[in-house]
């Protein structure tokens, strides 16, 4: 499999039809594997991926708010929760903030291209970044739980 990377939020694309084929791709799925995706979850999830940068769960709270007046913390965290597990969204660990997954369903560790100074995220999907870390950990006989990596640099637009 070759590297993929996510848009940029700074380049053009048709963010609606990015916004819809995310969300086409989390009903398939949850539906495939038998697991509910809530109204309430679906749209966590349509917020996260609106932004195309990583959410905070109370940015997202806020956003929610807007439609769900009764939304609440521990109601954000239960969706983060699920759409964290069900492989929808990514957790963005230096940030402790939130971004949608571009390879929904596929298994893949995280890697991430985080720009410091507009915040912009790209996931990128290299698999040979992932064999490397895997022969990396096995020469140390570590046996990795989560495997997430986090570089932090200045994008393409505020490098310039």
């Excluded at 009903?27 to 309430?40: E, F, N």
């Amino acid at each position: 499999m070759a590297a993929r990377a996510a848009v940029h939020a700074h380049t053009s694309h048709n963010h609606r039809a990015c916004i819809d084929d995310a969300l086409a791709t989390a009903r398939a799925l949850c539906t495939a594997r038998g697991v509910q995706l809530t109204p309430l979850r679906e749209k966590v999830l349509q917020i996260v991926w609106r932004s195309h940068k990583p959410m905070g769960a109370y940015e997202v709270l806020d956003e929610l708010a807007r439609s769900h007046k009764s939304a609440r913390p521990p109601t954000v965290y239960r969706a983060l929760d699920f759409l964290m597990a069900e492989g929808l969204i990514h957790k963005i660990e230096s940030l402790n903030a939130y971004l949608g997954c571009i390879e929904a369903g596929a298994p893949h560790s995280g890697q991430f291209l985080i720009c410091r100074k507009c915040g912009a995220t790209e996931e990128i999907v290299d698999p040979r970044l992932e064999t490397a870390l895997e022969a990396a950990a096995a020469r140390a006989h570590f046996r990795p739980e989560r495997k997430v990596v986090e570089i932090s640099g200045l994008c393409a637009r505020c490098g310039k």
